[in-house]
């Protein structure tokens, strides 16, 4: 079972969320409205997709890789070596 299981419906409802958003800065594209209009809405997408990559970062923290140290092994090293890979590729975007 994943993390973020238990929130699974209110991370597809961030997810939908964003998607109208996405679609309205194409709609503000198609009619040609003002560049920092435009911009200033790229920018609140990518702020919410962030909030949500936080989100499921935490939690596979709390459940994934804290469940696999709990059951000791090398198992707990390679969820934390995972996690941290995860974190830098989310810091280069």
Same mark, same amino acid.
């Given at each position: 079972m994943t993390g973020?299981? @238990?929130d699974k419906d209110l991370y597809l409802k961030r997810l939908k969320r964003i998607e109208g958003q996405v679609? &309205?800065?194409a709609g503000m594209? =198609? @009619?040609d409205r003002y560049c920092i209009d435009?911009?200033?809405q790229v920018s609140a997408v990518t702020r919410a997709l962030q909030g949500v990559a936080v989100g499921l970062m935490? =939690?596979?923290?709390?459940h994934c890789v804290a469940s696999s140290i =709990?059951? &000791?092994g090398g198992e707990g090293d390679a %969820?934390? @070596? =995972?996690?941290?890979?995860?974190? %830098?590729?989310l810091l280069r975007s």
């Open positions: 973020y299981h @238990s679609r &309205g800065i594209i =198609e @009619s435009v911009l200033t935490d =939690e596979h923290l709390h =709990e059951q &000791g %969820k934390i @070596s =995972e996690a941290m890979d995860a974190i %830098k590729l």
